[in-house]
């Protein structure tokens, strides 16, 4: 009969523990990603899209790791945050990957640096347990896209025994803007200085605490606004009275 031969396996405990330790000693706890401030410039009543680049290029992970998750830490005050055409909250989660179907939508007509701004936080890919870095704000700044309108400013006003009367078209002469605008309003920004003579609205003085006012050129052409001269009626002087014109793009 033949002889059966047995062999016997034995384990070692103590290495079975040294090697888990080696193992969990290599495994590094995985650092907090840090988003640094965002900001973005956009047109005036244009929706801007997210991209990728925007948001990584403010991120560092000093691990080497790199960006996996956004979320939302608050909304814009004034604009709107959408996904895929929903308005986002507080808490959303949104990957990297899909974050060019995040958009802004400004207020219409509305425009400024720092205009408006939120809270964004981002999670990156390492594979040891994850941190949220702090939240970053990502501002916005809206800028102007409307053509400044022009209007030719040495016009020559005569009085009539002293007195003058505004009429828009005097004012508006060489009215230009670039879009085809038209006037929302003229606001006068100065009065006359010592001596030159009076500003007068409503028959009421103008006076330097009641800069800026602001007329429409159908007020105007009400002949509310009248400039009455100081001295020699008949002599001949260079009165300047400064105003700005807006347009109705605004």
């Given amino acids: 009969m033949a002889q059966l031969e047995t062999t016997t396996v034995t384990t070692s405990k103590a290495s079975l523990v040294n090697d888990e330790t080696t193992y969990f000693e290599n495994l590094q706890p995985n650092t907090q990603p840090v988003l640094g401030p965002v900001l973005i410039s956009s ?12 948001i990584n290029d403010e991120f560092t992970d000093v691990d ?28 959303d989660i949104i990957p990297l990957a899909g974050i060019t179907a995040l ?7 509305r425009y400024g640096d720092k205009f408006d701004s939120f809270l964004m936080s981002v999670l ?7 941190l949220w ?15 400044v309108p022009t209007v030719t400013n040495n016009e020559t006003l005569t009085t009539n025994m002293g007195e003058y009367v505004f009429t828009s078209a005097a004012l508006l002469l060489d009215y230009n803007d670039a879009e085809g605008d038209l006037v929302k309003n003229i606001e006068f920004t100065s009065i006359p ?58």
């Fill in 193 to 250: 200085p010592t001596g030159g003579g009076e500003l007068y609205l409503d028959d009421v003085k103008v006076t330097a605490q009641d800069l800026p006012f602001f007329l429409t050129p159908y007020e105007i052409d009400q002949e509310r606004l009248k400039y009455v001269d100081s001295g020699d009626i008949a002599e001949e002087k260079e009165i300047l009275i400064d105003y700005v014109i807006h347009d109705t793009s605004v």
């Fill in 103 to 109: 958009i802004y939508q400004p207020p219409f007509g």
């Fill in 43 to 54: 047109p005036w009543n244009v929706i801007y899209t997210f991209t990728t680049t925007i």
């Fill in 133 to 147: 870095s702090e939240s970053a704000e990502v501002t916005f700044n809206i800028t102007n896209a409307n053509a």
């Fill in 64 to 91: 080497g790791d790199l960006l996996l998750w956004t979320r939302i830490d608050s909304v814009p005050k004034l604009g709107v945050l959408k996904l895929s055409g929903v308005p986002v909250k507080v808490g």
């Fill in 124 to 130: 990156d890919d390492g594979i040891a347990a994850n």
